[in-house]
């Protein structure tokens, strides 16, 4: 069968993604629908709001980036859907669903990607995508601690929170 096929040729993986805060209910469940349509797994779901130096050490690449500050009091500023999402190719593929950093890039070359419908600017673009590899794993340690082979499939906007 060709899906088969693919995965022979692309073994699974994993990347992180992340919808920032901000991003309306309805968006946030929408997106949720289109990474499983897309064939996704969603291994893991949390949400997570963010402490100063936690933004810090995640975009620590950016440090010396004008709009550093203003990125950690974005992404601080509510609650972050955490995923890790599995999949053949799983980093590009997040990387193309996402498209472009600008939106207004985005509504241009990839009209179809969340950012192009959902992102507001530049900086509150709704998502993010781990940009290779090495980069997924290092900041789904970051989030998750070391996943286990076996880790528990959440499924996606239905999961109820257990009573304290
Ligand atoms: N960003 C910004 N201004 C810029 C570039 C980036 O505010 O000129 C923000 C934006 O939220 C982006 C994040 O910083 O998602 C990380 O930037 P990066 O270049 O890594 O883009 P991404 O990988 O998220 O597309």
């Not at 897309?38 to 709009?67: C, D, N, W």
């Not at 992404?75 to 890790?84: D, K």
């Not at 989030?143 to 286990?148: A, L, M, N, T, Y």
């Amino acid at each position: 069968e060709a899906e088969n096929e693919i995965s022979f040729f692309f073994p699974k993986e994993h990347t992180l993604a992340v919808i920032k805060p901000d991003t309306p209910e309805e968006h946030r469940e929408e997106i949720l629908k289109e990474i499983q349509a897309r064939g996704f797994t969603i291994s893991q779901l949390q949400e997570t709001v963010l402490s100063r130096e936690m933004a810090e050490e995640f975009y620590k690449e950016h440090q010396e980036k004008p709009f550093f500050s203003q990125l950690v009091d974005y992404m601080c500023r509510g609650p972050c859907t955490m995923l890790i999402l599995t999949k053949e190719n799983a980093v590009e593929e997040w990387r193309a669903m996402m498209g472009p950093t600008d939106p207004s890039k985005a509504k241009e070359t990839a009209p179809e990607s969340l950012r192009a419908r959902f992102a507001k600017d530049i900086l509150e673009n709704t998502v993010h995508g781990s940009s290779n590899k090495q980069h997924a794993q290092e900041k789904i340690h970051f989030v998750f601690g070391e996943i286990s082979s076996e880790s528990e499939v959440v499924s996606a906007g239905e999961d109820e929170e257990p009573p304290p």
